[in-house]
């Protein structure tokens, strides 16, 4: 028998970056005016590529590339015909539920093309602004609805066009993990003290108390995360919605608002400082935003199983319970090839 050195010693080796697959959920793909009508364009996510377009009428499809016929990729030299995809190789047309709508040159069509949708596409909302896509491994429909944020959908009383994306050489999880870890928030960022939390869980959603009151956060599923930060009675608001590019690639991506505050007010002065203090750059702050110091440790650690807590780490472990929900498994069927 080893010492337990050397098991740690030993189990560091065999460790991985990113040992987990693509979660389910709904996730951020464009900013809704990123895409024209009558657009198309290949977009990588999930682990693969996709053909996002948009119908002249303005709806939305986000399809698998490659054309169920002989194979084409229809994001080189298809084209958006109404609401349709067309593949530029037999114009097949394609909505955006999958469904074959047009085989321009067959008398008789092949029956499966009538009874179910062919080529693989996600389901789509528009919402906040932004396009999203439900992912799921096993392609079954969304299991929650994104919800109502008054801070991005309600047309008045908010402001704030600030927005950011930072990619990190790392999996969606590890990246999420940050909202629990508050020990960390002292150590790698300079906070004064580690901020007790409280996490409470309830299917997909995790809502997090940090510093009694002073961060609300609550996570939708693996893709959608509100924090609510107040300061003297002023509340600003972080909206992140990272997206899983691949395995252990991610693209994080956020809004800032706040109330739509009087020009030379007090609390736009406050409003705006705790903006400046969510991405780093409040001046006269010790504290570092994750800009400059999270990703140094994302793009290098490794994702350790079994870790060695203590008595003042945040719920890591119970975070690691919730977000498991969102790992299903791939069928044989749609691993194949891959
Ligand atoms: S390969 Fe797409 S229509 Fe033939
Ligand atoms: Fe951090």
Redesign the pocket.
Known sequence: MGSPNLKVLLESKTLERCPFPIPAGWFFVDYSENLKPGELRNVQLFDQEWVLFRGEGGSVGMSDPY?P????HMGHGGKVCGEHLR?P????EYDASGFCKSIPYAKIVPPIVKREPILRTLPIKEKYGLIWAWFHPACEPPSWELPYIPEIEDASGYTGSRRGSWTANTCIQEIAENGVDTAHLKFLHGAPMIPPVEATYDGPVMKLDIGRGYILGTAYGPGLNVMRFTQQGVTATMISYTQPISAEKSQMNMSFRHPDFAAGSTELHIAKKIVDHMIGAAEGEESAGFESVDFIVWNNKKYRPNPLLCDGDGPVLQFRKWFKQFYVETPAELRQGQ
Do not use: D
């Open positions: 054309c016929h002989l194979g084409a593949c190789f037999h114009h097949w």
